[in-house]
């Protein structure tokens, strides 16, 4: 799993390539601890490369949803997988978060 | 004979008492073996006493006929020679025996034994002979009978010693021997026998002819008396001991030779033992040998304290590292440790403090108090040298350690750490500068290394017994959860279920349980826990309880969420959830009303449409939106279902599951086996998906727990 962060202003775009299972779930914890992110409006998460991810992974996004709710940062994904999509759906989370197809679609979400 | 006796009979006691029958044929080898060496013995015990007594007898015929010069000469030299030499060779093979059974590396048993049954003897004869000068002195008569009595006597003790000495000297000669020893001793006992053969022959064996020879002989001798391997093994006071019994063996061998030598050429007596070259030989072997031992010992006394302490230092070496297995505890390893180096160093002060966490403690002290300790601790700690490899020679030239009056002149400190822990430091303390040598300081580092190295394997046996203590309580929490999910389900004739469940860990995270609602409904449920092991099986276990608390009152599936989803909001942790679907069957009315928490889409075979397909329906996770918003997160739906309809219900860890090219199992092939086997009763369709499931994985390839549960409603209906 690796987890990068590109910074365009108020904006922090997180591109997530690999799997997320239950140790790499914990790099991705630390990231969305850190107070910095706090400081931006809109987290966008490029799942492109995202080929699989757990229930662990899943549980850190859902521990964090509230967080970011409560401070009024968006928080997209878009890029993603059928299947990776699929987990998403079957929780029922699609309703719960932002899921967009493409980064054009995230941008225009993110600025409404 | 009783000897022998006595030293068998332990041992064939303690055979029988073993199975008998097995060791009945080495029994009797034992028992023909002893009868045959018991012969042999008492043989040449008889032997011994026969040909002594006829010898005396003949001497004292030869001498009387000797003092009557008319008298017919009976007896005849070559017949004093034969007696002479069966005699000789039965005291000497008697011995040759009897020496076998010494054993052991006690050496100064050895010669106790030789000095307490034999060199006693030359002691002996003089008495007699001074006994005889007295009485003879005293009635002022000559008796050259009684003269040639005692002389036959003393001849009898001499060889009875030499015989006793040479064996023995044999034994410990022979100690750590070679092969080229073995046969050197050989070919001498063969020489020295032979020379038996001049005796018989009536050779003069100092005639000139023999005497380059006899030189020869001499060498042979000194060689052999080289071998004094014995003497190193022993300790000082045994060697002290020794040279005592030594010296009274050395004192016996001049007796004797004196006696004879005294003797030699007599015009009193008709026989002259001094003549036969082999009693000379052998006194000179065992006398050889008994100098060299004494005079090595002597010279060896001196040294000896340096090999008790290399074989004490050994020994403790031994100590430490077997203590593992005399299963010792550590404070009992630093016991040893203590004591060890205090011996090797010879230290007069010392004391070990001991590391446990963050304190130290002095656990062990030896001549010196907690005040002197207190007072070097603080000085050493001004220099910032503790807990490392240090020594210093001469406390005297450094000002601090003057200034604190000490009565030692040099110490050591040796620190007992391994790379990750520190276990403890050793202070060794000496009265004289100088006191730690090189030599010195490498066993004692020895000593320290072998420590670190045991108490690191106490501590690995520790923790593993720990993990053993771990794995046998996970074995109870898999027999745990083993028994909160059902074994069995209600049989009812108008439908079936079969079941499957495996966990990857010894405990998992699904569940699946039911409840009969009514006298025609079932409540079924099916979970699956966020994560895997131990927390995901505890939650698994609350939710079980949370299932069978709620459903008493008997409620709709999607209010029996909503109030799983309150009660899990409150003791789930933040990034766990839970994902659960519930039915309620209802036969009366041939339908079933469910309700999905973000849980596995049911699949689903219509027997009327001949179609299979998911149940799409919405549903959020529990535990995922902790408040009352959840309560619009769910819906709820109702089924009729027709006879010949299957129901599959199943966790995630059977559609994840992942072959070797890392594809996954999929909903799709699920559902392709579904339309292949719908027409199967529920057992057999769900051996033919899990069978499908385990050709696609391969074997031990189990990541997620799985979870499968076939029902397949039937046509026939109970009576109401």
């Known amino acids: ?112 | 004979m009783f000897n022998e006796r006595k030293f068998f009979l332990p041992f064939i006691k303690q055979n029988t008492t073993n199975s008998q029958k097995q060791l009945l044929p080495k029994l009797s080898t034992v028992f023909r073996f002893m009868l045959y060496k018991t012969n042999v013995k008492s043989l040449l015990v008889t032997a011994a006493i026969v040909s002594w007594v006829l010898l005396l007898g003949n001497v004292l015929l030869m001498a009387e006929s000797a003092r009557q010069p008319g008298a017919i000469k009976l007896a005849l030299p070559y017949i004093n020679n034969l007696l002479i030499i069966v005699f000789i060779l039965s005291v000497f093979f008697f011995q040759r025996f009897s020496a076998n059974n010494l054993k052991g590396i006690d050496f100064s048993s050895y010669l106790w034994n030789l000095f307490s049954k034999a060199a006693i003897a030359a002691y002996l004869s003089i008495a007699l002979y001074f006994a005889y000068k007295l009485s003879t002195g005293y009635a002022r008569l000559q008796s050259p009978l009684l003269l040639h009595i005692v002389y036959q006597v003393n001849f009898g003790l001499l060889v009875y010693f030499l015989a006793k000495a040479f064996y023995i000297w044999r034994q410990l000669l022979l100690y750590h021997k070679n092969k080229f020893l073995q046969v050197a001793w050989e070919w001498f006992e063969l020489l020295l026998f032979s020379t038996l053969i001049l005796t018989l022959l009536n050779f003069n064996y100092t005639n000139y002819i023999f005497l380059p020879l006899f030189g020869l002989f001499g060498c042979y001798i000194l060689f052999l008396c080289t071998n004094l391997k014995w003497v190193a093994y022993l300790s000082f006071n045994k060697k002290s001991r020794s040279l005592v019994l030594l010296g009274a063996i050395l004192v016996s061998c001049y007796i004797f030779t004196k006696f004879f030598q005294e003797f030699a050429d007599s015009e009193q007596l008709v026989i002259d033992y001094s003549d036969v070259g082999f009693l000379a030989l052998a006194m000179l072997f065992v006398g050889t040998y008994t100098l060299a031992a004494f005079l090595v010992s002597l010279f060896s006394l001196p040294t000896s304290s340096v090999f008790e302490q290399k074989s004490e230092d050994l020994l403790n070496f031994q100590r430490l590292s077997q203590s593992i297995q005399q299963g010792q505890n550590e404070s009992q390893v630093y016991n040893t440790l203590f004591e060890s180096t205090i011996k090797a160093s010879d230290a007069t002060a010392a004391w070990f403090e001991m590391v446990r966490g963050n304190n130290t403690h002095v656990s062990h002290l030896l001549n010196i108090n907690n005040d002197q300790i207190e007072r070097i601790r603080h000085l050493l700690m001004a220099y910032n040298i503790q807990n490392i490899d240090y020594i210093n020679n001469n406390l005297d030239r450094n000002t601090g350690f003057r200034d604190l009056s000490l009565p030692w002149k040099s110490l050591i400190i040796l620190p007992i750490k391994s790379k990750k822990h520190v276990f403890g430091t050793l202070y060794l303390l000496r009265d004289i500068e100088q006191g730690f040598d090189r030599e010195t300081v490498n066993v004692l580092r020895t000593f320290t290394s072998q420590t670190i190295l045991t108490i690191e394997n106490l501590r690995l046996v520790a923790e593993s017994l720990q993990n053993e203590r771990y794995k046998e309580e996970l074995k109870i929490a898999t027999q745990v959860q083993e028994s909160l999910i059902p074994k069995t389900f209600p049989t009812d004739s108008w439908f079936e279920i079969a079941t499957h469940a495996v966990a990857a860990k010894e405990v998992g995270g699904d569940f699946y349980d039911f409840l009969q609602l009514s006298e025609s409904r079932i409540a079924i449920i099916i979970g699956d826990v966020s994560g895997k092991g131990i927390s995901a099986a505890f939650h698994m276990a609350q939710m079980k309880g949370i299932f069978h608390g709620l459903m008493q009152q008997d409620m709709p599936p999607s209010e029996f969420m909503k109030q799983a989803n309150s009660a899990l909001s409150r003791c789930l942790e933040k990034t766990s959830f839970i994902t659960s679907s519930l039915y309620i069957i209802d036969y009366r009315m041939q339908g079933f009303m469910f309700a999905r928490a973000g849980h596995c889409h049911t699949l689903y075979y219509n027997a009327m449409m001949e179609d299979v397909f998911y149940f799409q329906t919405d549903g959020l996770g529990l535990g995922i939106v902790r408040d009352k918003s959840y309560n619009n997160h769910v819906r709820e739906m109702y089924y009729d279902y027709n006879p010949g309809d299957v129901m599959v219900i199943y966790t995630d860890g059977i559609v994840e599951a992942r072959n070797a090219a890392n594809d996954e199992y999929g909903e799709d092939r699920l559902k392709y086996m579904l339309t292949q086997t719908y027409h199967l009763e529920a057992e057999d369709i769900k051996c033919a998906i899990i069978n499908d499931l385990e050709d696609f994985t391969g074997p031990d390839n189990l990541y997620d727990d799985q979870t499968l549960l076939v029902i397949k409603f039937k046509p026939v209906q109970p009576k109401a």
């Open chain 1, 1 to 112: 799993m690796k987890i990068t962060q590109d910074i365009k202003d108020s904006t922090v775009i997180m591109t997530l390539d690999g799997e997320l299972d239950a140790s790499s779930s914990v790099i991705l914890d630390e990231e969305l601890s850190d107070p910095e992110i706090m400081k931006y409006s809109k987290i966008l998460v490029d799942c492109r490369n995202l080929n699989y991810i757990s229930s662990a992974g899943l549980g850190v996004f859902i521990s964090h949803l509230q967080r970011f709710e409560d401070a009024q940062i968006k928080l997209i994904f878009f890029n993603m997988q059928d299947k990776v999509r699929n987990v998403f759906e079957i929780l029922g989370l699609d309703l719960l978060m932002t899921i967009v197809t493409n980064y054009e679609e995230a941008i225009t979400i993110a600025d409404e």
